[in-house]
């Protein structure tokens, strides 16, 4: 396994990356940044993928066109409106923020990608980004991934960022990444938006197929209300200034590579739904012993969006029967008779945000609570403890297969509601 160290910068991290974050007041309240951009000093190869979601913001839709070639330099984001259901005119505002970005970096519109997140069905002045994107480039330095990580939040309350440095071809790589995400979290790629930035160098193509692989695992595992954004994007930008071969075909090379874009989107995954909005725990459910890679994460997440779980979780409630009730549901063949449930968590952690590099869930308590097919005797006080932990991880074998599959989400609490009851005003 290719050794790959945490270190600091988010998307700045990798060679001729900058980056910033400025105040447009987008939303009038806003009192953060909420615009960032994004730079890569050299045209990048890109990749990307998007919500499933048929209603779709026109920020996705612009950029799905503008990344059809495989190339791009920039990425310009707002916070604060979504950019969605707002028929020609989100259409033109989308494009003239991609036009003044492309004027002010000195490149093609066709070459910026546009993110926008906040209230769906609301116009938003356009004016606000271009009277100051000038500002916006002015700005762009190695340090300014702490401006920008801030710009994309809406209802987050952490920031969401991490960088690796690895090797390929005896040349030093980096990857750094940023993201949001706390509500309307039911990733289903193809309101989460999040960029990769890396230095490797390999092609459109093969960036394209790594970056769809590894989806499938990490952020498609993530679940925090069931609800698919309109504006869900990824986008992955290889810059080539590590000055690897770069990776053409499914060698070493790509292996390496693909491993360490698991490792990063896995811990962004864990940030979000960690984050989730109102959340009080991170809840990770791995499925062992299914028939297959997609079965057992089909299971798991089907436990992870059960609202029922996810009450149970808030109550710290080991109410296994609720997680079977999940799994009977979701279409999925398992055998009952042959499925046992534990409860693990680790008292001494931290919370995922300060400790993402070592951070385990499993850890100094387990409780089984059901055992092929047989409830078992329940210590209710020891049950109360584990599931309190700020990590809690629900871990289900199966006697159907040697397959496994791991989901994350977090559990449903009263301020959920409050957040969402009056999310626009």
């Given at each position: 396994?290719?050794?790959?160290n945490?270190?600091?910068?988010?998307?700045?991290?990798?060679?001729?990356?900058?980056?910033?974050?400025?105040?447009?007041?987008i939303?009038?309240?806003?009192?953060?940044?909420?615009?960032?951009?994004?730079?890569?000093?050299?045209?990048?190869?890109?990749?990307?993928?998007?919500?499933?979601?048929?209603?779709?913001?026109?920020?996705?839709?612009?950029?799905?066109?503008?990344?059809?070639?495989?190339?791009?330099?920039?990425?310009?984001?707002?916070?604060?409106?979504?950019?969605?259901?707002?028929?020609?005119?989100?259409?033109?505002?989308?494009?003239?923020?991609?036009?003044?970005?492309?004027?002010?970096?000195?490149?093609?519109?066709?070459d910026?990608?546009?993110?926008?997140?906040?209230?769906?069905?609301?116009?938003?002045?356009?004016?606000?980004?271009?009277?100051?994107?000038?500002?916006?480039?002015?700005?762009?330095?190695?340090?300014?991934?702490?401006?920008?990580?801030?710009?994309?939040m809406?209802?987050?309350?952490?920031?969401?960022?991490?960088?690796?440095?690895?090797?390929?071809?005896?040349?030093?790589?980096?990857?750094?990444?940023?993201?949001?995400?706390?509500?309307?979290?039911?990733?289903n790629?193809?309101?989460?938006?999040?960029?990769?930035?890396?230095?490797?160098?390999?092609?459109?193509?093969?960036?394209?197929?790594?970056?769809?692989?590894?989806?499938?695992?990490?952020?498609?595992?993530?679940?925090?209300?069931?609800?698919t954004?309109?504006?869900?994007?990824?986008?992955?930008?290889?810059?080539?200034?590590?000055?690897?071969?770069?990776?053409?075909?499914?060698d070493?090379?790509?292996?390496?590579?693909?491993?360490?874009?698991?490792?990063?989107?896995?811990?962004?995954?864990?940030?979000?739904?960690?984050?989730?909005?109102?959340?009080?725990?991170?809840?990770?459910?791995?499925?062992?012993?299914?028939?297959?890679?997609?079965?057992?994460?089909?299971?798991?997440?089907?436990?992870?969006c059960?609202?029922?779980?996810?009450?149970?979780?808030?109550?710290?409630?080991?109410?296994?029967?609720?997680?079977?009730?999940?799994m009977?549901?979701?279409?999925?063949?398992?055998?009952?008779?042959?499925?046992?449930?534990?409860?693990?968590?680790?008292?001494?952690?931290?919370?995922?945000?300060?400790?993402?590099?070592?951070?385990?869930?499993?850890?100094?308590?387990?409780?089984?609570?059901?055992?092929?097919?047989?409830?078992?005797?329940?210590?209710?006080?020891?049950?109360?403890?584990?599931?309190?932990e700020?990590?809690?991880?629900?871990?289900?074998?199966?006697?159907?297969?040697?397959?496994?599959?791991?989901?994350?989400?977090?559990?449903?609490?009263?301020?959920?509601?409050?957040?969402?009851?009056?999310?626009?005003?």
């Open positions: 396994m290719q050794k790959i945490f270190i600091d910068g988010g998307v700045c991290a990798p060679n001729g990356f900058t980056a910033n974050g400025i105040l447009c007041h939303k009038e309240s806003r009192t953060k940044n909420d615009t960032a951009l994004v730079f890569s000093e050299k045209p990048c190869n890109v990749a990307g993928v998007f919500t499933k979601n048929r209603v779709q913001a026109e920020s996705v839709k612009l950029t799905r066109k503008n990344i059809a070639d495989g190339k791009a330099q920039a990425l310009i984001a707002i916070s604060g409106n979504a950019n969605c259901c707002t028929g020609a005119q989100g259409a033109e505002n989308a494009l003239r923020m991609a036009q003044c970005t492309a004027k002010e970096c000195g490149i093609l519109p066709e910026v990608v546009v993110y926008s997140t906040g209230v769906i069905g609301a116009q938003f002045d356009v004016t606000k980004v271009e009277n100051n994107i000038k500002t916006l480039k002015e700005g762009l330095s190695k340090e300014g991934h702490k401006e920008a990580r801030i710009a994309i809406t209802t987050d309350t952490q920031f969401k960022e991490a960088a690796v440095e690895f090797s390929i071809g005896g040349k030093t790589c980096r990857m750094g990444t940023m993201c949001k995400g706390s509500g309307m979290i039911h990733i790629m193809g309101t989460m938006l999040s960029v990769i930035t890396t230095d490797c160098a390999i092609s459109s193509k093969m960036l394209d197929k790594a970056l769809h692989e590894s989806i499938l695992g990490t952020y498609n595992c993530v679940s925090v209300d069931g609800d954004s309109t504006n869900d994007s990824l986008t992955i930008f290889a810059n080539g200034l590590a000055g690897n071969k770069e990776i053409t075909q499914q070493e090379d790509y292996k390496t590579f693909l491993e360490t874009l698991n490792k990063l989107n896995t811990v962004m995954a864990k940030k979000i739904a960690a984050d989730g909005e109102g959340a009080t725990r991170l809840v990770e459910c791995n499925v062992k012993g299914a028939k297959t890679v997609e079965d057992a994460r089909g299971l798991a997440k089907e436990i992870i059960s609202s029922l779980v996810k009450a149970a979780m808030f109550g710290s409630d080991a109410n296994f029967g609720r997680f079977l009730c999940a009977g549901y979701s279409g999925i063949d398992f055998d009952p008779d042959k499925t046992s449930i534990w409860f693990t968590s680790n008292e001494n952690s931290k919370r995922f945000f300060e400790n993402y590099d070592d951070f385990e869930v499993h850890g100094n308590n387990s409780i089984l609570v059901y055992k092929d097919g047989v409830p078992v005797e329940l210590d209710e006080d020891l049950a109360k403890k584990i599931m309190s700020q990590a809690v991880e629900i871990l289900v074998q199966c006697g159907d297969g040697n397959a496994c599959g791991t989901a994350w989400g977090c559990d449903l609490t009263y301020d959920y509601v409050k957040i969402n009851g009056d999310y626009r005003t």
